[in-house]
Structure formats: C-alpha cells, structure tokens
C-alpha cells in the first residue's frame, strides 16, 4: 500500500496547563503507543497540527526529544486553528504530522557558549534546545538566556526560567516592554536592552534568537553591532505553510523552503539568500 504522507498521527491531549496570557501548553501522546516510542525528533523541529474539519498550522515542538512517547506544544490563540485547539479538553483526539524542518545545530555549536534571545511565544522551540543543552551540560560553556515578553502576564516557562537560572554557569534575564500593572520588579525595556548586561566572550560564543521578525530583527542587528559574525548568530524563520515538507512552495526564501530547510537557518545564510530581516 502507498503510504499517505499527509494522514496525520492521531494524539490524545492528555494535558493542558495554561502557560500564559492567551497561550496554552498541551501535552500529547500518541495513540498508537509504538509509533511514540519512535517517534525521533531535533529541538527546532515542528509539525503541522490538524484540527480535523478545521485545517492545520505548524507548530513547534517544545518538549525536549529525551522525553520519550509524548510531545508537547506551547500555542498561542491568534486565528482559526490555535483558537480551535485552545477549546480543546483534556481527552480529546487531534492530528499531527511530522517531524519536520532542520532543527537546531547542537554538535556543532559543542564546546562554544551559548546565548539564546527569546521574545514571547519564541521562547518555546528554545526551551527544548535549552533543556537538551542542560542535559547534556558538559558539552556546552556558559549558557545565557535573555527573554523578554510585552508585558509580564506573557512570560511562558516561569518555573523552568527560574530553576535554568539555578544552574551552574548559567543566566537568566528577564525584560518586559511595559508593566501595567506595576508589580514587576525587573527590567523594563526591549529584549535587546539586556546584552550589555552579560559578558560575552564573542569569539566563542553563538547566539540563537527567536521571536516575533520585528524583535528578530532588532536583536540581530544589536548583535552585529557587538561584533557577531552571521554564521554565529541562528535564528529561525516564519512563513505561512500549507504542505510543510517541501512539497507545495508556499514558503520559499529564494530556492530554499523553510518547511524543509528550515526553519532554523544562520544570519549568514539568509543575507546569501537574499532575505531582508
Ligand atoms: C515553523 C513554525 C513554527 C511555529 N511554532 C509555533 C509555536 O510553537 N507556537 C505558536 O503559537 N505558533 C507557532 N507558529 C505560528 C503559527 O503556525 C501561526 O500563528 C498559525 O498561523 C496559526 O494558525 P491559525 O489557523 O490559528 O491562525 P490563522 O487563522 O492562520 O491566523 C494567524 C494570523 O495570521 C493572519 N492571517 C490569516 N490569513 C493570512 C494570510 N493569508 N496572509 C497573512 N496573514 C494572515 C491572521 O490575521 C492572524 O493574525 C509557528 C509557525 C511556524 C512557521
Ligand atoms: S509549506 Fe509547502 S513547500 Fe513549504
């Protein structure tokens, strides 16, 4: 029989935690217990979830692949399928397909410092490439994570923000644009605003940011400034997609797709693909 690469797995929700303002965590396991045993996946990898009568969007996984026979995705409600999924109840069957795209560099950036720059829901395909990082803590320098939302009720991770800053060699620093409610009592300003604060040993050290292109934008251009080369600097790219594994060309950067060859690419790869970000 031809097998049908767009027939999603089909997953119970088997828990939902609220994660921040208008963004829910699911946790997912596959309902054919042998295909989430081998079920293999890279930190930065996403699949295209199905809201079935509703359509599908690409979502990142954000658990950490050492977690075997489940998968969790962090969603924020911004249209069609997200809000659909957001009126989901523990129990509930959904579809899945993939793993797909790249994934992060993790061997190859063995032995170098590590910077992550997160704005918002951007935090959530970091969080399984920081907490693979974290297992595996001796392969890796100094790890820092700047992290920054519009306003506190944003911040998605918060006990995992505060028990990664216990670690040893590691940071966590945290910003907000804006605090209506005054009650927050740390730093005010645009993620960005935060790289003075650490000391980076330049030569040695990558960065990988993700976050909405407007922050994507500006941090790269910060860390240009500071110094960084573009094959130093990882980064992940958003399009709108419709197959998600390289088949329909709706999300080229040139010759290149970001379903497939992304979405994770370096700065220096996208200025040689043309891309203005
Ligand atoms: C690789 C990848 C990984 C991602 N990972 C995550 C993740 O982990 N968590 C997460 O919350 N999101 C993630 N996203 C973003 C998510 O896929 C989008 O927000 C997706 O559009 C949501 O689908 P929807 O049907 O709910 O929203 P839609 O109904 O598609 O609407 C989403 C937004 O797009 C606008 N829009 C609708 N149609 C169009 C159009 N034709 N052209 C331009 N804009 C339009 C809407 O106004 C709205 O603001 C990821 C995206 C990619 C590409
Ligand atoms: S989404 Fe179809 S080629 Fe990328």
Not at 18 to 34: G, H, I, M, R, Y
Not at 109 to 130: E, H, Q, T, Y
Request: net charge negative; hydrophobic share 40%; aromatic share 10%.
């Amino acid at each position: 029989m031809i097998e049908n690469i767009y027939v999603p797995h089909l997953m119970t929700i088997t828990k939902i935690r609220d994660e921040a303002e208008n963004v829910k965590t699911f946790t997912l396991e596959f309902k054919d217990s042998q295909i989430g045993k081998n079920f293999d996946y890279k930190p930065g990898q996403f699949g295209e979830v199905t809201l079935f009568n509703i359509g599908e969007a690409p979502i990142s996984i954000t658990s950490s692949p050492a977690n075997k026979g489940y998968l969790e995705l962090s969603v924020a409600n911004v249209g069609k399928v997200t809000s659909a999924l957001h009126q989901k109840n523990e129990g509930d069957v959904i579809g899945f397909r993939g793993p797909y795209g790249n994934g992060f560099p993790f061997e190859e950036v063995s032995g170098k410092n590590i910077l992550f720059v997160a704005g918002g829901i951007g935090l959530a395909p970091l969080r399984s490439l920081i907490n693979q990082m974290f297992a595996e803590r001796n392969k890796f320098g100094k790890i820092s994570i700047l992290y920054g939302c519009r306003i506190p009720n944003l911040l998605c991770f918060q006990n995992e923000l505060d028990n990664w800053a216990k670690l040893e060699n590691s940071e966590v620093l945290l910003t907000v644009d804006a605090c209506p409610e005054n009650d927050w009592k740390g730093n005010i300003g645009v993620v960005g605003s935060l790289l003075p604060n650490i000391d980076i040993d330049l030569e040695n050290t990558v960065a990988f940011v993700c976050g909405p292109p407007v922050m994507i934008h500006f941090v790269i251009l910060d860390l240009l400034k500071m110094g960084f080369s573009g094959d130093n600097i990882i980064t992940t790219m958003e399009r709108r997609m419709e197959c998600g594994l390289g088949k329909c060309g709706h999300c080229n950067i040139g010759e290149k797709y970001v379903c497939k060859d992304g979405p994770v690419f370096s700065y220096q790869q996208l200025k040689e693909l043309g891309e203005n970000i």
